[in-house]
Structures are given as C-alpha cells and as structure tokens.
C-alpha cells in the first residue's frame, strides 16, 4: 500500500469503524460519523472503489476485506494510543531496570495527572493495593503518610505486605514521628519490611495479579503510573523484588524506635 493509499484510509476510517457494529443507512451513517453529506458520499464512494464497503437494498456495509480492514485500523489505533501515552512518561521510567520487550506495555493502563487531578496516578495506586490481598514492593518514595486512604491501605490486618525500601527513604521516615510510628504498627501487624543495602531506582509494586510501575520525577512528584497483568512483566516483578528481599535488611519494630531515637538525638 503506498502512503497516500494509507492516509486516505486513516480519514475514512471512521466510517469503516461506524459500520463494524452492522450496516447504516446513509442519513444514520452520516449522523453517526458526523460530517456533511457530500462528504458521507465521497467517502462511502471511496472506500467502495477499494472494495472495502458495498450497498445493499439501501445500506452500506462492510465487505470481508473492510471488515478486516476496520480489524487492522482499530488495533493500529489503539497501539498508537498507547505510544502517545506511554511517550509522555517514558523519561521518568525506570526502562534501564525493565528485562522484558517494551512493546509488552502497549496495553498497559496508564494514569497520567491532570490539571484538577494531579494526584490521580497516587489514587489509583491506592485503589490497586486496597483492592489487594497480597502486596509487594520495592521502591524509594512512600505514599502521603497524612492521607487516610494511604493509611487503610498499609494497616489493613487482612493484607499481606512485604516491601523492601530504599536507605534514604528510610532515613526520611524515621525523622518523622508520625511516619516512624506508621512503619512500627505495620511491622506489628505483620508485615515485612526491609531496607536496601543501595539505593533504589525503581517504583515497582505487585499487587496480586497486577503489577503497577511508577513514574516520579526528580522533585519526587507523580508524573503516571502504569497497571498491568502481562504474564511476562509480572514474572519480572516478583523475580525483582526476590533478588531486592535476599540482599535487604530487615527492619523490626524496635529497629524502627532505635533509629529514630538515634535520629532524635536519644540514646
């Protein structure tokens, strides 16, 4: 197909998509993809010379070939969505940590901040782990200690949790009193915590059969986060955050009262 054979098909395309649903009449087709009746016709005329659309008893439907067609446009579309959106925070990805194909994210979820929402990636990383029976992480920022969402996500006496932090990170938590004391009642409650002996350059978490990557700037600010069930990726998931485990640190409850004693400057 030569390009301009392509681009012609790209601006009918929402005709071949108005009609996968089944054949439309002129006036519904028109209605349904939103352009003047001379265009419907110059378009529908088109995509007849090329086979891909043909009349019957006063509709248009589509042929096998523009059924097929529609097939191809539609994932092409959808994959190139997910470049424009993947392409707006691969800068603060961690790819260089990623063993899998990039091209295994084309269907990934992604949640970029908005001007009303800019917090909209940390929302929905708090509905994936309060959604979770079994919650792993490795990572060197920490959700907002002073939500409440946060809160119920991380002491829920149901929930599993293990997560191996990154040194500075813990050292930023222990020099607040109402983080130190968060991180002691969540290993109170049983959950797993452990430091890292370097830091950390990822956001990653394991949320039963989803995997959630964060994107964060340099300043520590949300710019997306990426959901997904690909097999492969969450293979690659639990085998990181296996390899971050055997070489961390645990922390205990009194672990966490000694450091921040020492961070307090107490004995």
Request: charged residues 30%.
């Amino acid at each position: 197909m030569e390009t301009d054979e392509f681009v012609g098909l790209t601006r009918r395309w929402p005709v071949l998509d108005a009609l996968r649903a089944g054949p439309l009449d002129r006036r519904d087709l028109q209605e349904r993809v939103g352009v003047s009746r001379p265009t419907i016709h110059r378009q529908v005329r088109a995509l007849g010379e090329d086979g891909l659309v043909t009349k019957r008893n006063g509709t248009f439907a589509l042929t096998p070939v523009g059924e097929l067609a529609a097939t191809e446009f539609s994932r092409t579309f959808e994959v190139m969505d997910a470049v424009s959106t993947l392409g707006q925070v691969v800068r603060w990805l961690p790819v260089a940590e990623f063993d899998f194909e990039f091209d295994r994210l084309r269907h990934a979820e992604v949640t970029l901040p908005r001007l009303n929402d800019p917090f909209a990636p940390t929302r929905r990383m708090l509905r994936t782990i309060h959604g979770a029976d079994h919650v792993r992480m490795v990572t060197y920022t920490f959700l907002p200690e002073g939500d409440p969402a946060a809160r119920r996500c991380f002491v829920e006496e149901r929930q599993f949790f293990e997560g191996v932090l990154d040194p500075t990170l813990v050292g930023t938590l222990l020099e607040d009193p109402a983080s130190a004391a968060h991180l002691r009642e969540l290993l109170t409650r049983g959950a797993r915590i452990t430091v890292a002996p370097e830091p950390v350059p990822i956001v990653l978490t394991s949320a039963d059969e989803q995997v959630v990557i964060g994107a964060v700037d340099d300043d520590g600010s949300p710019r997306g986060l990426i959901v997904t069930d690909d097999e492969v990726i969450r293979a690659w998931a639990e085998e990181t955050v296996d390899d971050y485990l055997a070489r961390a640190e645990q922390l205990g409850a009194e672990d966490v009262s000694a450091r921040a004693a020492t961070t307090d400057g107490g004995s």
